[in-house]
């Protein structure tokens, strides 16, 4: 698992890659607790190369939607695949995020 | 606390010599030394003293020479307890000999007690470390214990006793079981009588694993039995849980749940799935339905949410297969899933099964295919059949 951090304009942009099941969301769970601070702004999660995500790795993006609601902020969940878009589906986080 | 080192020779003259050089240090209570004069005697010593963690012994002896005794050292299998072999200066063979056979370090006669000291210290070093290790290992040990009481636990507040004892209770056939894994998960399945018609039940699955989840299972596992034995529909019983839960999750857990509403004497079942994996009817004639997807959320996410309740019925012989993804995300040691097309083709084989042979046809099913890979959820399976 690999997350990539980019910042444009007002936007973070982070590029998530790979298998995000429970232990890749333990290992990146300091990386994106950080992510919270820019939660006031626009955090857009690429999930292009996104390939499996564990119910651990739905309660990464949950958190970071809760930060964001919190601070006035939005989360954009974009490019996500068919699988992930099943699993997002069948336990409603579709209706949870602006998907792109 | 002190340093114990027993010196092991069988001329008394070191004895002095070290008692001598290292008074200071035994005065301060830095050291304290014991003496033996053979490898037997130094053998007597350490059953009395096994605190003692640094050995200097001689390797000419009578009665037992010194690579004898570090060998037999050696098989007591104590790593924090360090040989210091003592020779003849040049007596490389011995030496050798020594080295190879686990000594930690050696000195050469005439002692450069100097020397002897750098090395003592080296040593004293390294058994402390080996110390700290051992104790964070132990530390592990003790945490492994909780967790696997942690699973016996969430074993425990799970129902054995699938005899429902209600009024019409004849036509219904209800079994279900979870097959931990390894790491304590949060799957669980529940059922209970609501009324003397209606049978409530729930599979579920919290997220993450360990002690948390478990907590959080047992959790929810009450309030939804509490909350549904008060006879509210499944749609309300489930936002009325979600709302308690999201004030209960911390660090963004959440959890699956499917929760249905049986009436016996009829055969409907009303129901809301919240986020979890559709279930299945296995119609009396071998047809596999997969429920379509009800798209609520999970519980335990967002406060406020409203949640959709929708209804199907079993007619006789049908049987409602509920699962938890432990059985479709079950991996062999290739990483291939045991998936949810197989299980639909294995279901269809088990027409005309009752409830506990399609639970048990299915977990056979799912062992045979992960073939000794070590399983890493929860597989959990509950069935309600329509007799």
Known sequence: ??????????????????????????????????????????IVLDCSQLEYI??????????????????????????????????FMMTGFLNLFEIQ | MAVKILSVDDETDLELLLTQFFRRKIRNGEYEFFFAHNGLEALQVLLKHPDISIILSDI????????????????????????????????????????NGGAFDFATKPIDLDDLQLTIDKAVEQIEYIKSAQKEHAQLVDIQADLSVARE???????????V?????????????MLAAKDVGGDFYDFFAIDDRRLGFTIADVSGKGVPAAIFMAVSRTLIKATGLQGLPAEECMAKVNDILCGESVGSMFVTVFYGIYDVTTGAVSFTNAG???????????????????????????????????SLRLNAGDALVMYTDGVTEAENRNHDQFGESRLEAELAELKGADSKQIVSGINAKVKEFINGAPQSDDI???????K
């Not at chain 1, 990539?4 to 990146?28: C, F, M, W, Y």
């Not at chain 1, 006035?72 to 699993?87: A, L």
């Not at chain 2, 636990?153 to 005899?163: H, K, M, N, T, V």
């Not at chain 2, 004639?285 to 609520?296: A, H, M, P, R, Y």
Request: proline share 4%; glycine share 8%.
């Open chain 2, 60 to 99: 000419n002896m009578p009665e037992m020479d010194g690579l004898t005794l570090l060998a037999k050292i050696n098989e007591m299998r104590i790593p924090s307890l360090k040989c210091i072999m003592v020779s003849a200066y040049g007596d490389m063979d011995n030496i050798r000999h020594a080295m």
């Open chain 1, 1 to 42: 698992m690999e997350v990539k951090i980019e910042r444009e304009n007002a936007q973070v942009i982070v590029h998530l890659i790979g298998r995000l099941d429970t232990p890749a969301s333990l290992e990146i769970a300091p990386q994106m607790n950080e992510l919270t601070e820019a939660a006031g702004g626009t």
């Open chain 1, 54 to 87: 564990s119910s651990s790795g739905l309660r990464i993006f949950l958190s970071l939607r809760k930060a964001a609601g919190e601070k006035g902020g939005k989360v954009i969940v974009r490019s996500i695949t068919n699988d992930i878009r099943n699993v």
């Open chain 2, 165 to 177: 004892k209600m009024h019409d209770a004849g036509e219904v056939d209800i079994f279900a079981s």
């Open chain 2, 380 to 386: 959990t399976q509950l069935v309600i059949r329509r």
């Open chain 2, 276 to 310: 979890h994996n559709p279930p299945y009817i296995l119609r009396a004639d071998g047809t596999v339905e997969k429920l379509s997807c009800s798209c609520n959320l999970v519980l335990g996410a967002v406060e406020g949410m409203p949640f959709t309740g929708e």
């Open chain 2, 153 to 163: 636990i969430q074993q425990a507040i799970l129902p054995r006793a699938f005899d």
